[in-house]
């Protein structure tokens, strides 16, 4: 098979995955499921791998995870959290200095 074929082949996987299920693990994503429970979820069957890629993705474009291309200095810190029945959750939590012991004296 011809580089241009394998290309387009790729190109059409992609896109019939984004359109099968990419908006519904990116909506999952943002209600803080893990990528197993996505995939318990998703009627079209899809490897977690890419479960996971679409929703690291994700988690980049929403700012809760930092860029490839390099760490921003942010005022919050990316807390995990797990509720009580086990659903994972993520939360920014304004980022504090730390108290100089001795400021009260």
């Known amino acids: 098979m011809s580089d241009e074929n394998s290309y387009f082949k790729n190109a059409l996987q992609n896109f019939?995955?984004?359109?099968?299920?990419?908006?519904?693990?990116?909506?999952l994503t943002d209600l803080g499921l893990s990528a197993q429970e996505i995939r318990d979820r998703l009627d079209f069957p899809m490897d977690l791998k890419e479960i996971e890629e679409i929703r690291r993705q994700?988690?980049?474009?929403?700012?809760?995870?930092?860029?490839?291309k390099g760490?921003?200095?942010?005022?919050?810190d990316i807390v995990k959290e797990q509720t009580k029945y086990g659903r994972t959750t993520f939360r920014k939590v304004p980022k504090t200095s730390p108290?100089?012991?001795f400021?009260?004296?």
């Not at 019939?16 to 909506?27: E, F, N, P, Q, S």
């Not at 760490?71 to 919050?76: Q, V």
């Open 58 to 68: 994700r988690l980049i474009d929403t700012g809760v995870l930092p860029s490839e």
């Open 71 to 76: 760490i921003e200095k942010k005022d919050y």
């Open 99 to 101: 108290r100089d012991p």
């Open 16 to 27: 019939t995955k984004d359109v099968a299920c990419g908006g519904a693990i990116r909506h």
């Open 103 to 105: 400021e009260n004296r």
